[in-house]
């Protein structure tokens, strides 16, 4: 084998090592379209972003977060630089009174006295399940509409 052939035999190996691991840690876009908000409420929307089940819902694990100021009933939040390729769920909260917890109402049955939204619309009676509001990541930029549930 010649010089070259060795040269061109190394440099496709490598290739074929860079170019999947560059698609799968190549950034994107995820444009978040809420609608339905209460902006008489006034207070905050506050987005969680989850890049897992294993921490779906634990305030200490979440992939990224915005809170943006309710003043109108649709608004759009971008969250950048996310992993393309990855799969992620998205919970928002309306934190009316501005104290920085979803606030729940114990009679006659728990349930939050605030408005949520769970990407996929999957809200439901109980814990929104991370199963159902996963969405994948499979474009540079992707493009989501939820539903406030007050």
Known sequence: MSKKSVFLVIFILVLCVIIPAAAKTAS?????KVNGIR???????IFALYNSKENWLVLKKIYA????KVTQDSLTVDFENVSYGDSYALFVFHDANENNKLDFS???FPHPKEGVAVSNNAVRMGEPLYDKARFAVNN???????????
Do not use: D, T
């Open 65 to 68: 977060s915005r809170v943006v």
């Open 106 to 108: 114990w009679f006659p």
């Open 28 to 32: 994107a876009v995820i444009h978040v």
């Open 39 to 45: 902006p008489k409420q006034g207070g905050n929307l």
């Open 140 to 150: 540079p930029e992707c493009f989501i509409e939820i539903r406030m549930h007050y």
